[in-house]
């Protein structure tokens, strides 16, 4: 008992999505680094979806890996089906979601944490953390094992006290059959964090063979997948998913059944996210729908097991049996694995500070489901964050904070922080108010200066993004700078759409036109034909867009005025009189870095906010 | 609001607390500002204002050229003032009226309405107040937080906050309508078209249009519900004013109107601020001065919020009466039967119960004070229960709600010119959202919860 088996300067529990962004990250940054897992066969598990990305989901992928993390690498090298989605809507809401091999993405994920220089990676199961005078100092196994470090860095998702529930059956329980990470929780409780209890769902996973394809309809992914890292990929065979519907007697079904469902007898009391119902929650709450559409994806190359999306459900396993059977091609349909709810603690996330350490225990990070998020894609971009602050705060230097007009990753980590979240947190772009400057296009021209500096990125791939960026300026001022010719405007072809062309229009007034695109320009000035597709993406935004633009930029700019007004940490709201009783409690508990975050907590009112202006006022003097 | 490099405005005396009110304006362009709308008595534009110099002449509007209203103006360079800004303090003349109108002319002018105790806050942070004073600049901000907030909850009581809030809600479903397909595309959520989010836009832009027109009009922007006291002479109009404003201890000092034989007194009834205008009586005349008095009168009552058409219990019903329960058939007005405490009750009553309508009557005596509990009651009903829904459009907005109501109209103006212009319909959503929050900035809401509220209360969406 209490044998020290190591020595490190940052701690890693866990390796799920953002466990393995967080090692990676502060390895990287030089820091010695260990990888606690509870099961090392489980490195990068997707124990729901088998997608990667979507609306806001792929944006935060995408500046991931501008910054040099890994997620995007991996799914790209993974990828069983890429879409390029809302292909028809505005640039800045277009978004990648790439289907994975769930086990080759693990392998991948587990390869290069192995191979990381200064990462060890252990399995082992952390149940308590060490303190030394309310600093963190290291953690104990389950097994005695103590490991030591000045940080430490809570990965842990929804394993926490998890409990999967199916029907009627409960059982303490992770996802997928995993351990449940039990102990933690009293060990934060004891440290006087407050922690909420949520709850998520996923649904079955049927046998491939079982199904009847004739009667499925088939969705192909892109002719010309796009990717989400910045280097060279080589291309990976695309892979076929089925669509089908419920129907009447699907509803009916679950209908007659509901008594049976968890949700509804009140054996899940945890909060669950509005945005992922069950079906159960979706034929209650839709009733006048008689349809929901139902997907089939392939979980790997190397497995027949499909995923049902569209399914999440906790009712009894025979209920789910015969409602899949009532779908149209699955009158045969075998499950592999029932779907399940699971019910986990987590983090307040207000407990945290931008750079996602804990404020009452310095040197503890958090990131992750385990901050209340929903995700992979939420929690490697915390991982992330949390890794790289563990590892500058090693060095000694500022927290690296993402302001909300920079990075999805930025919206995503200042929401958590100051507004808390009372059901798991899912990205969407409705969430990024300035989303216009936030275009998965712009991610590296954004974030790789950054990730450079932190030293995350190499010289090389710094060097492209730079001529890139200086390629878009340039093509962006020939645009303005080249006039129609006296010839060209006569000839006036008719993808220029309404309106006669006059000698001396720049092709950018052309480009402004609507349904004109950059390719149609080539017509003009060939040399336009041959910009890669992202590069001409971003100058055809700026050229059209500029108008949403710079009103986003100035708002911006607005904002960063009551942002630079920073609220130290030690100020004592109980002695601001004058407050309102709701806006000191609020303040009290977010602790907010900023005058512009205190702006954003709900309950502070602009009076509120008035008299911190004073407040500071006179601390200055 | 915290923005402490642009230029501030507000009244700075209360209203009706003095025959003269004092508007005053803090910040680098109150100089340039003030030059925009101030002309001298040979109606030309200063070229620039001297430091510590009285000037007198008109505020005009700016467009039009149309005086508003006689005017002092004095500048105070920076620091040589209140708040070590420069400042401008523009002392009006004519009332309640005129003074608002020329607030809300500075506002268009590019001034921005002070938040509360925001002059006092400048004051402190540019070092013009003492370090002693913080906490009593703290409690000044939070007194007058909350009087703003108090006012704000009696104005939003009535059917303005209605109109704005279902505005909101349609801006907010379009939002959250564009925001789901955008967000939820792999789920069959069903697209909004073009056509829907166009007619959406034009129906909320044509109501938040209606409203300023109307809030242009001067019969919007006040504090308080316009109500004229009607009714033939000599049936105790006067004696009505004065028992109201009497009875009700929150009287504020009369205020001179722009006619001479209109007098308002501006006075809080159970929670509803009413400024109470007093008219000449409403006769056949063939005297032309007369007529003149009447005419007035009547155009008064025509833009009147409320109207308290008077009849006396002691004569009996004539022609005139007739004519004015006539004015008050059709509109937001309560029928007072006064002088009931003389007994004489030589009043057809049934007769005039079928003249009005539905037109509420209460008896009362302005000499004694009998009935007036019911009046005040009756007031309150029609205003706070919320019964001006049929009856029409008495609408109670603030210079702060014009100034929101006209951010909302040039969002939704750029997302109709985006939707024209053929843009994408989530770059309309960035007006539609900026929108919305203007809206929201009224009724106090918060519009992001709402729309995430609506994205999944409306569209099904889930793994």
């Not at chain 1, 063979?209 to 291309?235: C, M, N, T």
């Not at chain 1, 720049?506 to 480009?511: I, K, P, R």
């Not at chain 1, 512009?596 to 200055?620: C, F, H, N, W, Y």
Request: hydrophobic share 40%.
């Amino acid at each position: 008992m209490g044998y020290v088996a190591g020595h490190y300067d940052v701690i890693v529990l866990g390796t799920g999505h953002a466990g393995c962004e967080a090692a990676l990250a502060s390895a990287r940054m030089g820091c010695r680094t260990l990888a606690l897992t509870i099961n090392l066969d489980n490195v990068g598990l997707m124990p729901c979806n088998p997608a990667i990305g979507g609306p806001g989901k792929g944006h935060l992928v995408r500046e991931i890996a501008a910054l040099g993390g890994e997620m995007g690498r991996m799914a790209d090298r993974a990828s069983l089906q890429v879409r390029l989605l809302n292909t028809g809507k505005g640039p800045a809401v277009r978004a990648l979601r790439v289907l994975c091999d769930k086990a080759r993405y693990q392998a991948l994920m587990r390869r290069t944490l192995e191979r990381q220089a200064g990462l060890d990676l252990k399995q082992a199961m952390a149940t308590r953390l060490m303190l030394d005078d309310g600093r963190v100092a290291g953690v104990v196994t389950a097994t005695g094992v103590e490991f030591r470090a000045p940080a430490v860095i809570l990965a842990s998702g929804v394993y926490l006290e998890g409990r999967v529930i199916t029907g009627e059956h409960g059982y303490p329980s992770g996802p997928h059959g995993q351990l449940s990470a039990l102990g933690l929780s009293g060990e934060l409780r004891g440290l006087g964090l407050r922690l909420n209890r949520f709850k998520t769902g996923t649904p079955p996973r049927v046998h491939r063979r079982s199904l009847d394809f004739e009667r499925l309809i088939p969705q192909y992914g892109d002719d010309v997948p796009r990717q989400f890292s910045f280097e060279p990929v080589e291309a990976r065979p695309q892979h076929v998913c089925w669509l089908t519907h419920t129907n009447e007697r699907t509803h009916e079904l679950i209908r007659s059944n509901l008594k049976r469902s968890p949700l509804y007898t009140g054996a899940i009391r945890g909060t669950g996210p509005r945005y992922c119902p069950s079906i159960e929650d979706k034929v209650v709450r839709f009733a006048g729908r008689t349809s929901h559409q139902v997907f089939f994806e392939p979980e790997g190359e190397d497995t027949d097991e499909m995923y049902v999306l569209g399914l999440s459900t906790s009712l009894p396993e025979d209920v789910q049996l015969e409602l899949l059977r009532t779908l149209p091609g699955c009158g045969r349909v075998e499950i592999m694995r029932p779907g399940y709810a699971i019910e986990y603690d987590c983090l307040d996330p207000t407990e945290l500070g931008h750079s996602l350490e804990c404020r009452k225990v310095p040197g503890l990070y958090s990131a992750g489901q385990v901050n209340g998020t929903s995700g992979y894609e939420e929690a490697a971009a915390q991982g992330l964050v949390a890794g790289i602050n563990a590892a500058l705060r090693h060095r000694g230097q500022p927290a690296f904070i993402l302001g909300r007009s920079e990075a999805y990753i930025g919206v995503l980590i200042d929401d958590l922080v100051t507004k808390g979240t009372d059901e798991p947190y899912r990205m969407m772009t409705s969430r990024a108010e300035y989303r216009l400057l936030l275009r998965q296009d712009n991610a590296d021209l954004r974030l790789t200066p950054k990730g450079r500096e932190l030293g995350l990125v190499d010289e090389e791939r710094m060097t492209r993004v730079e001529s890139r960026r200086a390629e878009i300026e340039r093509v962006a001022e020939a645009l303005v700078q080249r006039k129609l010719s006296v010839g060209e405007a006569a000839s006036c072809p008719p993808w220029t759409g309404a309106g006669a062309l006059t000698a001396g229009m720049s092709l950018a007034d052309l480009l402004k036109r609507p349904g004109v695109e950059i390719q149609h320009l080539g017509e003009l000035e060939p040399a336009l034909r041959r910009l890669p597709a992202e590069t001409a993406d971003e100058i055809t935004f700026r050229v059209k867009y500029q108008g949403y633009i710079e009103k986003q930029e100035a708002q911006v700019a607005r904002l960063r005025r009551l942002e630079n007004r920073a609220i130290p940490q030690d100020m004592d709201y109980c002695s601001v009189t004058g407050l309102s009783t709701e806006g000191r409690e609020k303040l009290q508990r977010v602790r907010p870095a900023s005058l512009g975050q205190a702006s954003r907590i709900p309950g502070v009112t602009p009076a509120d906010l008035s008299i911190l202006m004073v407040k500071l006022e006179s601390r200055r003097r | 609001m915290f923005d402490d490099t642009d230029t501030i405005v507000a009244v700075s005396t209360a209203p009706g607390e003095a025959g003269i009110g004092l508007i005053r304006m803090s910040g680098p362009d109150a100089a340039a500002i003030c030059r925009r709308v101030f002309r001298t008595t040979r109606g030309r534009r200063l070229r620039s204002l001297e430091s510590h110099r009285v000037y007198y002449g008109q505020v005009c509007h700016p467009v039009t050229g149309e005086p508003v209203d006689e005017v002092l103006v004095t500048f105070m360079g920076s620091p040589r003032s209140y708040t070590r800004e420069d400042v401008v303090e523009v002392g009006c003349h004519g009332g309640v009226w005129p003074m608002r109108r020329v607030l809300q002319l500075l506002v268009s002018a590019g001034a921005r309405l002070a938040g509360p105790g925001e002059f006092t806050r400048r004051a402190f942070v540019n070092g013009r107040i003492d370090l002693a004073q913080a906490e009593a600049v703290c409690e000044v901000i939070r007194a007058r937080s909350e009087a703003a907030l108090k006012q704000a909850m009696q104005q939003l009581e009535g059917a303005l906050s209605r109109r704005v809030r279902e505005l909101s809600h349609d801006v907010v479903g379009l939002t959250a309508a564009i925001a789901a397909s955008v967000d939820f595309p792999e789920y069959d959520v069903e697209e909004i078209s073009r056509r829907d989010v166009r007619r959406g836009l034009e129906q909320v832009l044509g109501e938040v249009r209606e409203l300023l027109r109307r809030a242009g009009e001067g019969r919007v922007v006040r504090e308080g519900v316009r109500t004229v006291i009607a009714g033939k002479p000599n049936v105790g109009k006067s004696a009505l004013l004065n028992a109201i404003v009497g009875r009700e201890r929150a009287i504020v000092t009369p205020v001179a109107g722009t006619t001479r034989d209109v007098i308002e007194e501006a006075v809080v009834v159970r929670g509803v601020s009413l400024v109470v205008a007093d008219t000449a009586g409403i006769r056949h005349t063939e005297d032309a001065v007369e007529q003149q008095g009447v005419e007035r009168a009547q155009r008064a009552i025509a833009e009147a919020d409320l109207l308290l058409a008077v009849f006396d219990d002691s004569r009996p019903l004539d022609q005139d009466d007739t004519a004015v329960a006539d004015l008050a058939l059709g509109r937001v007005a309560v029928a007072v039967v006064n002088k009931v405490d003389l007994r004489v009750n030589a009043w057809d009553e049934s007769r005039v119960r079928t003249l009005l309508g539905t037109v509420p009557l209460v008896r009362v005596s302005a000499a004694t004070g009998e009935g007036l509990d019911q009046l005040f009651a009756t007031i309150h009903g029609l205003f706070i229960q919320g019964e001006l829904a049929s009856t029409g459009p008495p609408l109670v907005a603030g210079v702060r709600h014009i100034t929101c109501l006209q951010t909302a109209a040039t969002a939704l103006e750029a997302a109709l010119a985006g939707v024209d212009g053929g843009h994408h319909l989530d770059l309309v959503a960035v007006d539609l959202h900026d929108a919305a929050q203007a809206l929201g900035e009224i009724t106090g809401e918060s519009v992001d919860e709402n729309i995430l509220d609506r994205i999944f209360k409306d569209f099904c969406i889930g793994k």
